[in-house]
């Protein structure tokens, strides 16, 4: 018989970290969000929900997020260089890019970390047009930053684009 105690799946120790620094980074108290998340409350279950896609449906788009076996990982996407060569095909994690925005290291990109406008209206308008950060993410095999960011918003709720803000898809 086992009697080894089970351990937290790494996932949730993930996406807990990351909900924190989005409230961190927003300007919320931690104390409101390490409670939330202890005592299990709408907050903490919110920030955990299923992914879902937002405009427009195009086959980048219409990837999907697999939250049973990591609620960070975006199916099946084609990400195209700046010439419109396809340099990467398949899944895409955005937990380490979590996981780098949760310690505070920055990508050497000028705009990682910067405030973005949402001029492409794809996002749900907010009155504060401080409200959505936008993040890199690094696609294998190019010497560029290449097309792919990751956008924050203050209320915890976070898109990825895998081309350059034409699609955006909700992971949380």
């Not at 939250?67 to 084609?78: D, F, G, H, M, T």
């Not at 095999?141 to 924050?152: A, F, K, S, T």
């Amino acid at each position: 018989m086992n009697t080894k105690p089970s351990s937290t799946p790494k996932w949730l120790w993930i996406a807990g970290l990351a909900v924190a620094v989005v409230l961190i980074t927003c300007g919320l108290g931690t104390m409101a969000l390490l409670s939330a998340a202890r005592d299990g409350t709408s907050a903490a279950t919110a920030s955990l929900a299923a992914p879902t896609q937002i405009l427009p449906p195009t086959p980048a788009a219409r990837a999907t997020a697999t939250r049973a076996a990591n609620p960070y990982l975006v199916r099946n996407v084609k990400v195209y260089d700046l010439n419109g060569n396809l340099a990467y095909q398949g899944d895409v994690d955005l937990g380490p890019t979590l996981e780098r925005i949760a310690a505070g290291v920055r990508d050497p990109h000028p705009n990682d970390g910067t405030v973005f406008q949402n001029r492409e209206r794809q996002l749900p308008l907010k009155g504060d047009g401080q409200y959505y950060r936008e993040y890199v993410v690094r696609t294998p095999g190019l010497r560029e930053v290449g097309p792919q960011r990751l956008i924050m918003g203050k209320d915890g709720e976070a898109y990825y684009t895998p081309d350059h803000y034409d699609t955006f898809i909700r992971i949380k």
